[in-house]
């Protein structure tokens, strides 16, 4: 059973830093390509980050370029996302996902920026 879990959210004021982790279960971590998606309080689901499986190549949405950067412990099966310069328009529900749309996802951890 595959199992996704979000932590590291939170409240965090324009310009700040979050490191958003997800443990995962239940696949072969070290053999899928992993992906942060967010969603926004009334919007739908948004691809933020791809990290694939061999050398931690990553691929950022526009939104996000330069900001953030995915990461992944295959010892450790945990995902994460280092996020920079964070911006109000950051602020969302923030998931892993086995694919780019959010299909198989945790259940998210909130990412609030604002002063």
């Known amino acids: 059973q595959v199992q996704l879990v979000e932590s590291g959210g939170g409240l965090v004021q324009p310009g700040g830093s979050l490191r958003l982790s997800c443990a995962t279960s239940g696949f072969t971590f070290s053999s899928r390509w992993m992906y942060w998606v967010r969603q926004a309080p009334g919007k739908g689901i948004e691809w933020v980050s791809t990290?694939?499986?061999?050398?931690?190549?990553?691929l950022n949405s526009d939104s996000v370029k330069g900001r953030f950067t995915a990461s992944r412990d295959n010892a450790k099966n945990t995902l994460y996302l280092q996020m920079d310069s964070l911006k109000p328009e950051d602020t969302a529900l923030y998931y892993c996902?086995?694919?780019?749309?959010?299909?198989?996802r945790g259940q998210g951890t909130q990412v609030t920026v604002s002063s």
């Open positions: 990290i694939d499986t061999v050398n931690g190549a990553t």
């Open positions: 996902s086995l694919d780019s749309v959010g299909n198989v």
